[in-house]
């Protein structure tokens, strides 16, 4: 094994502090836009992201604000708010070990362009060799073409690399269905299925689970 990638939210940090603190905003000036209700603002727009849930456009804030017409753009609310982006504590523990233990790493993402500013900004952008987003390839997981595009810029086949993510559905079954080693990151206790090769509640547990490849 020589190269583990990474998914970015839900996995190595969470946006959920921005988008409660952007949401209400949201919800006001629709509000004030169609002449309704906040509830029945947050329920427009709410519709069309769950009704929308893991297609290519669902990936992006922007299109969203573009769709309902707001002058609002994600990458304004990560440079203003960037405190608001939570580094889960055994991120950076983590990173830093594997490149002591000389692993490649690599994110690979179905967020767009601004997947790469929100690392940077998190202070995680140098622990990565590669970071593939959505917009490199035009696909978003478990689309098997953003994973093999991840590999060849590692210089990495897939049965030397592991995917690490908190989807079953993108991460686990992506990256399975290239032959690469998947990790599911569970944090919150959910149903498994028995569908990933590995799973685990913390990120400290790669250091087992890497071992056991040794």
């Not at 889960?88 to 993402?109: A, C, F, M, N, S």
């Not at 990495?156 to 079954?173: I, K, N, R, T």
């Not at 547990?205 to 890497?210: D, G, T």
């Amino acid at each position: 094994m020589r190269a583990v990638f990474f998914d970015i939210d839900g996995t190595i940090l969470t946006e959920m502090p921005l988008i409660q603190l952007f949401l209400p905003q949201v919800y006001d000036r629709l509000s004030k836009k169609f002449g309704v209700s906040k509830d029945e603002a947050r329920e427009r727009f709410l519709a069309e992201i769950f009704g929308r849930r893991d297609t290519y456009d669902w990936h992006d804030w922007n299109f969203f604000f573009r769709l309902f017409g707001l002058d609002m753009r994600y990458e304004d609310l990560l440079e203003r708010y960037p405190h608001k982006l939570h580094v889960y504590p055994d991120t950076v523990p983590t990173l830093e070990w594997l490149r002591e233990e000389g692993y490649k790493l690599g994110v690979i993402t179905s967020g767009p362009e601004y997947q790469r500013l929100k690392l940077k900004l998190a202070g995680l952008l140098d622990y990565f060799d590669v970071v593939v987003t959505r917009e490199d390839v035009k696909a978003i997981k478990p689309e098997p073409k953003i994973f093999l595009y991840a590999l060849e810029n590692l210089g990495v086949e897939p049965g030397e690399a592991a995917m690490v993510g908190d989807s079953l559905s993108q991460d686990v079954y992506g990256a399975k269905n290239v032959g690469m080693t998947s990790v599911w990151i569970n944090r919150n206790g959910d149903e498994g299925y028995n569908m990933a090769d590995y799973e685990i509640r913390t990120l400290h547990e790669l250091r087992k689970v890497l071992g056991g490849w040794k």
